[in-house]
């Protein structure tokens, strides 16, 4: 809900939109949504991208890369798994999503998650002048 907060600024979307948001959080298809709402795949994927910025299919894998970030938080699942279980069809399709939304693989966004990956690095004097001062205090 923050995301599209900030993507729609002070204009809300119409209630076609906000329906069609709330059945895609849902896990709809998009040609069901469509046909439900009475509109066309064509015409409802204008009329979103319109409001929302995106369309309806992408804001659909927004929304399973967040369902897979939340099952993947306690770093303990198997990236397999969560592909399963938030319904990639293998681990290769979640990896490939995941770069292409975030920059970067599963297992690297899990090391800057836990705060042991990328390491700044230090100058060596830096660290020699650090040293000095923390041996005089």
Known sequence: AELL??????????????????????????????????????????????????????????????RAIGAATDGAAEWAAVAARCGYSDQAHLVHEFRGFTGLTPKQWRRSARGDGFHIGVDADFLQESQLIAVQD
């Open 5 to 66: 907060d900030l993507l729609w600024g002070h204009r809300a979307p119409d209630t076609t939109c906000r329906v069609a948001i709330e059945l895609l959080r849902q896990g709809v298809p998009v040609a069901r949504l469509a046909e439900g709402i009475g509109l066309s795949q064509s015409a409802l994927t204008r009329r979103f991208h319109t409001a929302v910025g995106m369309t309806p299919k992408h804001y659909q894998r927004l929304l399973r890369l967040e």
